[in-house]
């Protein structure tokens, strides 16, 4: 079973740039996540998606971070403009989103953004 | 506020065995959850608790205490390979992950 795709893997801009990640889930998978990982912190969910609706945002930086997953299947993640603290890796996740409240996470493997 | 607290750090010796802890304070509880991360890798899935007790699986076990918001993941018969950061985190009564910084573990021959 292919596991959850993330491009590109690395990627160095100049603050005020624009950038995007993209993100395919595990098939079958309902539910997808973001995450933004600061070295040395734990990850930190930017946004939920339930097929193509959004469960949670609230902790989504609105005025410079977007997402959207159109068909409820992959998904984009846009910074504009990026700014120096937002050098991480960004992860993203998918569950099975079958209706139960407890579900495992897999994870992709990452972008890892460096702004400088 | 919701607070997960790990060590940041910690080494053990090839073979031997390492306990990690984790303490949490969250509104509501809903399981605990720990994955390993190798260095500028993604978080894989090691264990999940629910229920107070010991959870073995290999190598690794999980313990919950629910009365005193505490876990921790034990890792016996160290390798080289387990040199990782372990992530505990608590799913919250609105059924969010809330996560620890992480634990790195050295493992020294």
């Known amino acids: 079973e292919a596991g959850v795709a993330q491009s590109p893997r690395y990627k160095i801009i100049e603050k005020r740039q624009s950038v995007a990640f993209w993100c395919n889930p595990i098939s079958g998978h309902a539910t997808l996540y973001w995450y933004q990982q600061i070295l040395g912190q734990g990850p930190k969910l930017l946004i939920q998606f339930q097929n193509n609706g959004v469960v949670d945002d609230s902790q989504l930086p609105k005025d410079r971070f977007s997402a959207e997953r159109l068909k409820g299947v992959d998904s984009t993640l846009k910074i504009q403009p990026a700014k120096l603290e937002d050098s991480a890796v960004y992860l993203c996740?998918?569950?099975?989103?079958?209706?139960?409240?407890?579900?495992?996470?897999?994870f992709g493997p990452g972008t890892r953004l460096l702004v400088l | 506020g919701q607070n997960i607290d790990q060590p940041t750090e910690m080494t053990a010796t090839e073979g031997a065995i390492v306990q990690i802890n984790c303490t949490y304070q969250t509104s509501g509880f809903n399981g605990l959850f720990w994955y390993q991360q190798h260095a500028g890798e993604a978080p894989t899935f090691l264990s999940y608790?629910?229920l107070d007790g010991l959870e073995e699986k290999g190598r690794f076990s999980s313990f919950l205490s629910r009365s005193k918001g505490y876990s921790y993941l034990l890792l016996k018969e160290l390798q080289m390979k387990d040199s990782a950061s372990y992530l505990c985190?608590?799913?919250?009564?609105?059924?969010?992950?809330?996560w620890g910084a992480g634990t790195k573990l050295i493992i020294k021959p």
């Open positions: 996740a998918s569950s099975l989103g079958s209706g139960g409240a407890v579900e495992t996470q897999y």
């Open positions: 608790n629910v």
């Open positions: 985190a608590v799913l919250d009564s609105n059924y969010q992950l809330i």
